[in-house]
């Protein structure tokens, strides 16, 4: 994987042109997925968490604790980035379903999977997933709806797949915050002269982007996070304010784990947690079971189902109904779909595609900044 740059610094070449040239996997992946950002994939995620081992053993816990209350029998991780979560999804699901728009950080979370347990990995598009409905008993998608340009549609989605009352859990982060201060504050501070300051913190829009260098960052406001969850009828079981300790002021402190979650569950919509975590559900049980891990698959374009497929050779088809491709291979089921004609969703005219094609625009950024010292994706 390419890396994204490091931070800018004054007569840095980067500085002067602060969209370089995309690798040739990000124009791949930018072609078909307009439903996603430009060219975030192309970032160095590990180094994005390099000397956050703390932040990810306190997530790894609250996923655990909130892991523990949903139905294990088959929990799909959507969005596994470089598998730092995994684990944590691996301990407690009887069987694992990981899914990526990025093959690369696929391989990556493979790592962190045993062999202990039934898993699969899926090279897929969230907004349009390759399962068939009710696949899944739970869910988690930590640290993926700020990438996302239509989270609405993802939980959509994720809705057809969980089966009735199956449980999720997600993270979002909002604004105003504590870390949209701090990111306001670096930005200000690294503004190339000429280029006007916006921030992030107070404006009024309900969504505002930010990017830097390659990775674009949706922040809605803790109102329009609501709308959405409300417009999509979820049904809020708990929720938590989360990653304060993420901060680079505080990253080497050692905070009590258990006294932070407390806080964070009291105070959810507090400031002072950037991120809000929650549990959500739709539906209520209707006791039926789950169809076995080889029949969960259908187009991720017009959701006819596979039927039964060989989960231990590879394997390509093409969908029945739309023609749309699908292979397995290296274990990793391939199956990514960017909406386009009929769905109303983007560009991508013209044929399935299989892999490049498609003609999405990189989304338009409004600011320029370097990457802060606060990461938060
Ligand atoms: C910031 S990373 C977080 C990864 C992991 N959940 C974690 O917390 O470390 C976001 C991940 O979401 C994936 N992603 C973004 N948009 C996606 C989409 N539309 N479909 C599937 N994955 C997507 C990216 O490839 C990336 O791996
Ligand atoms: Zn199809």
Redesign the pocket.
Same mark, same amino acid.
């Given at each position: 994987m390419s890396r994204a740059g490091g931070r800018a610094r004054k007569g840095d070449e980067r500085t002067a042109d602060p969209k370089p040239e995309p690798s040739a996997l990000a124009r791949e992946v930018a072609a078909t997925?307009p439903?996603? !950002?430009s060219e975030?994939?192309a970032d160095d995620?590990a180094r994005r968490?390099r000397g956050r081992d703390r932040t990810t053993a306190f997530?790894r816990t609250l996923l655990d604790r909130l892991l523990a209350k949903v139905d294990p029998a088959r929990v799909f991780?959507?969005?596994?980035?470089?598998g730092?979560?995994t684990p944590a999804f691996r301990a407690r699901a009887r069987e694992y379903v990981g899914?990526?728009?990025?093959l690369d !950080?696929l391989t990556n979370a493979r790592a962190h999977l045993g062999n202990d347990r039934p898993h699969l990995l899926v090279h897929?598009?969230?907004?349009h997933l390759p399962f068939v409905a009710g696949a899944a008993s739970a869910a988690g998608l930590?640290?993926?709806y700020n990438?996302?340009t239509r989270p609405g549609a993802?939980l959509a989605e994720l809705r057809r797949i969980l089966a009735p009352g199956g449980q999720f859990v997600a993270s979002a982060s909002v604004r105003p915050s504590i870390t949209t201060l701090e990111l306001d504050l670096h930005d200000a501070l690294a503004r190339r002269a000429g280029v006007p300051f916006e921030g992030l913190t107070f404006r009024p829009e309900p969504v505002v982007e930010r990017r830097a260098h390659r990775m674009v960052v949706f922040f809605p406001t803790r109102r329009e996070l609501d709308e959405v969850l409300a417009r999509s009828e979820t049904s809020l079981l708990a929720e938590y304010g989360v990653g304060v300790n993420d901060l680079y002021l505080f990253r080497r402190v050692r905070f009590p784990v258990d006294d932070l979650m407390e806080s964070g569950r009291r105070h959810p919509r507090s400031m002072l947690f950037p991120m809000r975590w929650f549990v959500g559900r739709w539906g209520a049980p209707d006791g039926r079971p789950l169809p076995p891990l080889s029949e969960i698959f259908a187009c991720p374009r017009c959701h006819t189902p596979l039927g039964r497929v060989d989960l231990d050779s590879d394997w390509a088809i093409a969908c029945a109904t739309c023609r749309f491709p699908i292979e397995f291979r290296d274990s990793i089921l391939r199956a990514v779909w960017s909406g386009g004609p009929g769905g109303g969703e983007g560009p991508a005219p013209g044929p399935a595609p299989t892999g490049s094609g498609g003609g999405a625009s990189p989304s338009p950024g409004r600011s320029t900044a370097a990457r802060g010292p606060t990461e938060l994706?």
């Open positions: 997925v439903d996603t !950002l975030f994939w995620f968490w997530e991780e959507l969005g596994t980035g470089i730092r979560l899914v990526d728009l990025s !950080l897929a598009n969230v907004v930590i640290r993926i990438h996302l993802a994706i």
